[in-house]
């Protein structure tokens, strides 16, 4: 048993007197500092020069995966352009699903529910519109909600699609990318001489290259009038001033980068060319549809991001949802991507095209030297 005077464990020479002054040792109580990372804006962290770490510059996603040097297949290059792309604002969870489903749809990969496990009402009425602008096909409601139904019917739109593209359109598709291609590929060939041109300089330079000497085909009378009122007038001996040549350039650069329609007499114009009808062919054969794919991912965020910028107020707003599904549906500027099959499509629609422009051509060469002989003859 304790000793009944030992009240207290504190010695007596310990105790102090309460007018006197306390030497007893007080710990302060705990008082929350603020992080180090809470002001970063207003000042450092005393010593964190000696110890900070270097920051790391992100990656940008429009480096080309040919500077990796890695071998990649067209199917995974897409992939990893899908995995990279980026959105400017909020909703990137909403967009990088419509993003993956709309590239499945268009490279006529299989669609799963998983694919579409991420969608909200919002997007499945996102992407019923965008399949009733590009496809013509309504989705039932039923179908919608549900998303194994829903994945099934997108695996099917391809052979449902009614809508094929004129020969006309094939025909456009095709040689405007062979024309931006070869003009890419000159810009990179000879970038110390187009260093310092403007576009339509460079671009008057790479016609002038390949068709220099080939005659224009007659244009329409309404634009030749146009043109004449602007055209300078002859020297008394005939020859053209520098005007009229730098005129005669322009004409020859509107025909070949931005022509109305890509019809009989643009093809034997630029065929009139050996250089370009073996560029062009080695095109269609070796980088078309490369060429296009590739472009392609970076057509559809601007698409998404055109649509879901409908969406910037929060909360439930039906006019934000009408509003962008009357863009989709009606709009001329949305334009979806073409897809696998319609690049296929497009390339045996231009080469008949071509194939036949060539047959009348050869039928009318031979009925003209027919005609000389017989009238030599006569």
Same mark, same amino acid.
């Given at each position: 048993m304790l000793d009944g005077k030992q009240k207290s464990s504190t010695p007596k020479n310990t105790r102090t007197n309460s007018s006197a002054p306390s030497t007893k040792i007080v710990l302060p109580m705990p008082v929350e500092l603020p992080s180090p990372t809470s002001n970063l804006r207003k000042r450092k962290p005393t010593g964190s020069d000696k110890f900070e770490q270097p920051q790391i510059k992100p990656v940008s996603i429009k480096t080309p995966a040919v500077t990796q040097k890695i071998e990649r297949t067209p199917k995974q290059n897409q992939i990893q352009e899908i995995e990279t792309a980026e959105f400017s604002s909020d909703r990137e969870t909403n967009k990088m699903s419509m993003l993956r489903v709309l590239n499945k749809l268009l490279r006529h990969d299989r669609i799963t529910d998983t694919d579409l496990i991420e969608f909200?009402?919002?997007?499945?009425?996102?992407?019923?519109?965008? !399949?009733?602008?590009?496809?013509?096909?309504?989705? +039932?409601?039923?179908?919608?909600?549900?998303?194994?139904?829903?994945?099934?019917?997108?695996?099917?739109?391809?052979?449902?699609?009614?809508?094929?593209?004129?020969?006309?359109?094939?025909?456009?598709?095709?040689?405007?990318?062979? %024309?931006?291609?070869?003009?890419?590929?000159?810009?990179?060939?000879?970038?110390? @001489?187009?260093?310092?041109?403007?576009?339509?300089?460079?671009?008057?330079?790479i016609c002038r290259e390949f068709f220099s000497?080939?005659?224009? &085909?007659? !244009?329409?009378?309404?634009?030749?009038?146009?043109?004449?009122? =602007?055209?300078? &007038?002859?020297? &008394?001996?005939?020859?053209?001033?520098?005007?009229? /040549?730098?005129?005669?350039?322009?004409?020859?650069?509107?025909? !070949?980068?931005? &022509?109305?329609?890509?019809? /009989?007499?643009?093809?034997?114009? !630029?065929?009139?060319?050996?250089?370009?009808?073996?560029? =062009?062919?080695?095109? %269609?054969?070796?980088?078309?549809? @490369?060429?296009?794919?590739?472009?392609?991912t970076s057509k559809l965020t601007k698409i998404i991001e055109t649509v879901y910028g409908f969406f910037q107020k929060k909360g439930k707003n039906p006019q934000q949802m009408s509003n962008a599904k009357e863009y989709i549906e009606k709009n001329a500027k949305f334009k979806l991507p073409w897809t696998d099959k319609e690049l296929k499509t497009c390339v045996d629609s231009t080469k008949?095209?071509?194939?036949?422009?060539?047959?009348?051509?050869?039928? *009318? +060469?031979?009925?003209? +030297? *027919?005609?000389?002989?017989?009238k030599s003859r006569s």
């Open positions: 909200t009402q919002p997007d499945l009425e996102i992407l019923k519109s965008i !399949v009733k602008r590009k496809y013509k096909i309504n989705i +039932a409601q039923k179908d919608i909600d549900d998303k194994k139904s829903l994945a099934e019917l997108l695996n099917q739109l391809d052979d449902k699609q009614k809508a094929v593209k004129r020969s006309e359109e094939n025909n456009k598709l095709a040689f405007k990318r062979a %024309i931006k291609f070869l003009i890419n590929h000159y810009k990179k060939t000879h970038a110390a @001489e187009v260093k310092d041109l403007k576009k339509k300089e460079y671009e008057t330079l000497g080939i005659a224009l &085909p007659e !244009v329409k009378k309404r634009k030749a009038a146009q043109i004449d009122d =602007f055209m300078p &007038p002859m020297t &008394p001996s005939g020859k053209n001033t520098k005007k009229t /040549a730098g005129l005669n350039d322009e004409k020859l650069r509107r025909f !070949v980068i931005n &022509p109305n329609t890509i019809n /009989a007499k643009y093809i034997k114009f !630029v065929f009139g060319s050996k250089e370009f009808k073996s560029f =062009f062919e080695d095109f %269609i054969k070796n980088s078309f549809f @490369e060429d296009y794919r590739r472009s392609r008949s095209f071509i194939q036949r422009v060539n047959h009348r051509a050869h039928k *009318q +060469a031979e009925a003209e +030297a *027919q005609a000389l002989l017989k």
